[in-house]
Nanobody, 114 residues
Framework: VQLQASGGGLVQAGGSLTLSCVAS????????MGWYRQAPGKQREVLAG???????TYADSVKGRFTISRETRKNTWFLQMSSLKPDDTAIYYC?????????WGQGTLVTVSS
C-alpha cells in the first residue's frame, strides 16, 4: 500500500486548508484511515480517524475545527482544517491500514502564520 499526501502550504491564522491522501496498491487492506501531525520538537500526534463504516474520531485539540472525510471510490481521504492557529504548524501525515499506523504517507507541511 502506498499513500500520497498533498495539500499543505502556508496559510494565515484563521484560515482554512484541505489535505488529501490517495491510496494505491492493496487498498482492500485499509479499514481505518486517518491523519497525524508532528510539530518541531514535539511528538507525533494523532488527529483524526475514519473507519470503513464512516465512524470518525478526533483529538480534542482539533475537534470542531478539523473534519475527516473520505471518497471511497477514489481511495482518497481528506482533512478539512479551519480556524487554523500558529500552533497547528506541523508536518501532516496520512496513515491507514488494518490499524491507523500500518501505512504512512510522506508528509505535507502546513505552516500557519500569525
Amino acid at each position: 500500500v502506498q499513500l500520497q499526501a498533498s495539500g499543505g502550504g502556508l496559510v494565515q491564522a484563521g484560515g482554512s486548508l484541505t489535505l488529501s491522501c490517495v491510496a494505491s496498491g492493496n487498498i482492500d487492506s485499509i479499514n481505518v484511515m486517518g491523519w497525524y501531525r508532528q510539530a518541531p520538537g514535539k511528538q507525533r500526534e494523532v488527529l483524526a480517524g475514519i473507519a470503513r463504516d464512516g465512524t470518525t474520531t478526533y483529538a480534542d485539540s482539533v475537534k470542531g475545527r478539523f473534519t475527516i472525510s473520505r471518497e471511497t471510490r477514489k481511495n482518497t481521504w481528506f482533512l478539512q482544517m479551519s480556524s487554523l492557529k500558529p500552533d497547528d504548524t506541523a508536518i501532516y501525515y496520512c496513515a491507514g491500514g488494518e490499524g491507523l499506523d500500518d501505512y504512512w504517507g510522506q508528509g505535507t507541511l502546513v505552516t500557519v502564520s500569525s
